[in-house]
Structure formats: C-alpha cells, structure tokens
C-alpha cells in the first residue's frame, strides 16, 4: 500500500528553519514523482517542490529557501525550509505518483494519486 506519512510540523518564529519529512512505503522513490504542496488556510493547495528521479523543480515562491532531498536508504523525502516568513503558514502535503510527471503536472494537486494526511506549519511570533 503507497501511503506518505509527514511529520515536522510546528510553531516557529519568523526567519526560523524547519525540516520537514516524508515516509514512503509501497513503492520505489526513483520510480514516483514526488512532490510537496501547501495548503493556506482559505486558499487553495499549491505546489512547492517536486523531484522525479534526479530532478527537481521548486515554486518560484520558495525557490532558494526550500530544498527537497531524499534518502534512499530509509525511503524518506525532506523538505528544508529556511528564511520561513507568516505567509509560510499551512498544512503541508507530502504527494506522490507512479511515474515521471512533466513539471507543470507535478505543481498540480489534481495530478498525484497518493496523499499524506499533512503536517501544519505555524509561523508566528
């Protein structure tokens, strides 16, 4: 069963970093498209970040603040977030799909088969 589970979600203040995390189950990670979006409150699920085999893609909106990386060996994707800022504030989705997505696709929810149940992410003083 491919099933994602995230985790490292939490309050942090204004310019904090935070690691984010994706267990995967059920499938090989070189084989998916994998990918992270956010979810606002009141505004729709974007995307952030996506990695198909060796390639990546990051939203403009967080393009030199995150990075997405994977271990291989505990079959787990990362999401590192630096320079955090209020407008960071969401739940956070690890997705995933069985196969190469071109990038447009993988910055699109209705695109990935297989969700995680989110981890929210707080960023206040």
């Known amino acids: 069963q491919v099933q994602p589970v995230e985790s490292g979600g939490g309050l942090v203040r204004p310019g904090d970093s935070l690691r984010l995390s994706c267990a995967t189950s059920?499938?090989?990670?070189?084989?998916?498209?994998i990918a992270w979006f956010r979810q606002a409150p009141g505004k729709e699920r974007e995307g952030l970040s996506c990695m198909r085999g060796r390639q990546i893609f990051y939203a403009g909106s967080v393009k030199g603040r995150f990075t997405i990386s994977k271990d291989t060996a505990t079959k787990t994707v990362h999401l590192d977030m630096k320079g955090l800022n209020p407008g960071d504030t969401g739940v956070y989705y690890c997705?995933?799909?069985?196969?190469?997505?071109?990038?447009?696709?993988?910055?699109?929810?209705?695109?990935?088969?297989?969700w995680g149940k989110g981890t929210p992410v707080t960023v206040s003083n």
């Open positions: 059920g499938f090989t990670l070189e084989n998916y498209s």
């Open positions: 997705a995933a799909y069985p196969g190469h997505l071109v990038m447009s696709a993988c910055f699109q929810p209705e695109h990935m088969s297989y």
